[in-house]
């Protein structure tokens, strides 16, 4: 079992920048790690992925260029490095975690293991 826990949001003006980080519980070397969000009213969205070893990142359009996902398999932690905030990127921000074989999921569902969520709140 893991567990994955959140830390690093809170309230940043437009175009600052924020870092959020994602610790697990248990060795996650093995998993693909994703960062998802959810704004009130949306349904949860795909913001970025990681492979297991860090070597291939996916993005949604509306980050890319912005954010950097990126892992630390010796200390079980995943982070993602927000620049360039928008509005828009007001949420509360999941990390999660999957064991699956296969290539980094872009789909909620895929995932199996999630943390509480943090919020990233950007003020105009």
């Known amino acids: 079992q893991v567990q994955l826990v959140e830390s690093g949001g809170g309230l940043v003006q437009a175009g600052g920048s924020m870092g959020l980080s994602c610790a697990a519980s248990g060795r996650t070397s093995n998993a693909i790690m994703g960062w998802f969000r959810q704004a009130p009213g949306k349904e949860r969205e795909f913001v970025a992925g990681i492979s297991r070893g860090g070597s291939s990142k996916y993005y949604v359009d509306s980050v890319r260029g912005r954010f950097t996902i990126s892992r630390d398999n010796a200390k079980n932690t995943v982070f993602l490095q927000m620049n360039s905030l928008k509005p828009e990127d007001t949420a509360v921000y999941y990390c999660?975690?999957?064991?699956?074989?296969?290539?980094?999921?872009?789909?909620?569902?895929?995932?199996?293991?999630w943390g509480q969520g943090t919020q990233v709140t950007v003020s105009s």
């Open positions: 999660s975690a999957t064991f699956r074989l296969g290539p980094v999921p872009t789909i909620a569902g895929r995932y199996d293991y």
